[in-house]
């Protein structure tokens, strides 16, 4: 298996444009999550859903974040206008839900904005 | 989901045992101890997690004291590349696992 592909790995972008991150999960599992992650504020938990649906999203920053999961094998997480401070490591993550199954990471973006 | 306490960062020497310990003295009965690490611009990676019993798997053990307050993640036999940051996490699921700043592990040659 692959694991979860991310792209694009890098994105340096201006301020005010448009960034959408992508990420296919691995086949089968029906949890995806999004996560963050700065220096200052660590790994933040951004979204998650099951079964293509959003279960949490309390962790979206705010408006400018927006996260879609169209089908199994697919997600984005779209910035809509970036701003400087939106400069992380964005990672997507899946599992097969249930108690205590593993969390599969991928290689994450790093989003530079200027 | 119970707060985690763990050392800022350890030393081991390599082909030594790695011990992490981690403090959840706040657990309820039905969260988990997970554990994940974080190797250099690389995505976590999950490690092992248990319940109340101690666990083994390929990549290390999980030791959990009878009152659950409080755990401990071994490597038998550190290498170079086990150097990471190694987060200890208390949830009832992984659906909203909350990493905190972990223990960074240096294995020294």
């Known amino acids: 298996d692959a694991g979860v592909i991310q792209s694009p790995r890098h994105e340096v972008t201006e301020m005010g444009q448009e960034v959408t991150l992508r990420c296919k999960p691995i086949?089968?599992?029906?949890?995806l999550f999004w996560y963050r992650q700065t220096m200052m504020r660590g790994l933040e938990l951004l979204i998650y859903?099951?079964?293509?649906?959003?279960?949490?999203d309390s962790g979206m920053p705010e408006d400018r974040f927006s996260a879609k999961m169209p089908n199994a094998s697919f997600s984005t997480l779209k910035i809509q206008p970036s701003e400087p401070r939106d400069s992380a490591v964005y990672f997507c993550?899946?599992?097969?839900?249930?108690?205590?199954?593993?969390?599969?990471f991928g290689s994450g973006t790093q989003l530079s904005v200027l | 989901d119970a707060k985690t306490t763990q050392p800022t960062s350890m030393d081991c020497a390599e082909g030594r045992a790695a011990n992490l310990p981690c403090n959840h003295s706040?657990?309820?009965?039905?969260?988990?101890v997970y554990w994940y690490r974080q190797i250099h611009s690389q995505g976590p990676q999950y490690i092992i997690h248990?319940?109340?019993n101690n666990e083994t798997n390929e990549m290390a053990s999980l030791i959990i004291t009878e009152d659950r307050k409080s755990s401990t993640l071994i490597l038998p036999h550190a290498t170079l590349r086990d150097t990471a940051v190694y987060y200890c996490?208390?949830?009832?699921?992984?659906?909203?696992?909350?990493f905190g700043k972990g223990t960074k592990l240096s294995v020294k040659p």
């Open positions: 993550a899946s599992s097969l839900a249930g108690l205590g199954e593993k969390l599969f």
């Open positions: 086949s089968g599992h029906n949890s």
């Open positions: 859903f099951n079964n293509n649906v959003p279960i949490d």
């Open positions: 706040t657990i309820s009965g039905n969260e988990y």
């Open positions: 248990g319940l109340k």
């Open positions: 996490i208390v949830s009832r699921s992984q659906g909203n696992l909350i």
